[in-house]
T-cell receptor, first 115, second 112 residues
Framework: NSKVIQTPRYLVKGQGQKAKMRCIPE?????VFWYQQNKNNEFKFLIN????????QIDMTEKRFSAECPSNSPCSLEIQSSEAGDSALYLC?????????????FGPGTRLTVL | GDSVTQTEGQVALSEEDFLTIHCNYS??????LFWYVQYPGEGPQFLFR?????EKGSSRGFEATYDKGTTSFHLRKASVQESDSAVYYC???????????FGKGTHLHVLP
C-alpha cells in the first residue's frame, strides 16, 4: 500500500481565498507529481518535481497555482485565489524515477471545495 | 497529443461474471501502458503495466495484453467479486514527459 501522505484530507474555502495542501512522498521517492481530478474522474496533470527542481508543469497562465518541494519539508500546492472551478480532488503521487514506464504511488488526495 | 479512450463509463455485473473493459490509446512511439484502480475515498492504485507489444500484464486475477496493432490494452477478469467494485483507469506513460495520461475511467459495479 502507498505511503504517500496528503494533508488536509478536506479543505473548504471561499472564493478568493488561498488554499494550500501538502504532500509527503513515499520514503526514498525523489519524484513528486500533482494531479487535479474533477467530479467526472478526469485527471489533469499539474506539475512534477525531481527533488526540488520542476521537471514539467502545465502552462499555468492563470498564475493562481504555485507549487514547491523544498528540501526536508513537505511538498505543497497552493492556489492563491480560489475559484469555484477549482473544486476538485488534488492528488499527489511519487515514484523513484519519473520515467514514463514507472508506476506512480498516489496519496488519498485533498478534496477542495470552493464555496 | 497522446490520449487514452475507455469505451465504457459504467459496467454492472453480477459476481462470477466475466469482465472486459475496453481501452484504446493514441500515441507516437512505444508508450508504457497501465491499469490503475481507485476505491472510494482513496487515490488510484497501480494494478499492472505492460511495456512492449504482446506483453501481458496481470495482478489479482486481472490481466491485459499490449496490442500495438490495434492500439489496445483491454482489461479482463474471468470471475469478478463484489470487492472488485471500483473505478478502473487505463493510462499511458507519456514518453519523455515524466507524466501519465489517464483515461476517463470505468466505474465497475459488482452485485452480490
Amino acid at each position: 500500500n502507498s505511503k504517500v501522505i496528503q494533508t488536509p484530507r478536506y479543505l473548504v474555502k471561499g472564493q478568493g481565498q488561498k488554499a494550500k495542501m501538502r504532500c509527503i512522498p513515499e520514503k526514498g521517492h525523489p519524484v513528486v507529481f500533482w494531479y487535479q481530478q474533477n467530479k467526472n474522474n478526469e485527471f489533469k496533470f499539474l506539475i512534477n518535481f525531481q527533488n526540488q527542481e520542476v521537471l514539467q508543469q502545465i502552462d499555468m497562465t492563470e498564475k493562481r497555482f504555485s507549487a514547491e518541494c523544498p528540501s526536508n519539508s513537505p511538498c505543497s500546492l497552493e492556489i492563491q485565489s480560489s475559484e469555484a472551478g477549482d473544486s476538485a480532488l488534488y492528488l499527489c503521487a511519487s515514484n523513484l524515477t519519473g520515467e514514463d514506464y514507472a508506476e506512480q504511488f498516489f496519496g488519498p488526495g485533498t478534496r477542495l471545495t470552493v464555496l | 497529443g497522446d490520449s487514452v479512450t475507455q469505451t465504457e463509463g459504467q459496467v454492472a455485473l453480477s459476481e462470477e461474471d466475466f469482465l472486459t473493459i475496453h481501452c484504446n490509446y493514441s500515441a507516437s512511439g512505444y508508450p508504457a501502458l497501465f491499469w490503475y484502480v481507485q476505491y472510494p475515498g482513496e487515490g488510484p492504485q497501480f494494478l499492472f503495466r505492460a511495456s512492449r507489444d504482446k506483453e501481458k500484464g496481470s495482478s489479482r486475477g486481472f490481466e491485459a495484453t499490449y496490442d500495438k496493432g490495434t492500439t489496445s490494452f483491454h482489461l479482463r477478469k474471468a470471475s469478478v467479486q463484489e470487492s472488485d467494485s471500483a473505478v478502473y483507469y487505463c493510462a499511458l506513460g507519456d514518453p519523455g514527459a515524466y507524466k501519465v495520461i489517464f483515461g476517463k475511467g470505468t466505474h465497475l459495479h459488482v452485485l452480490p
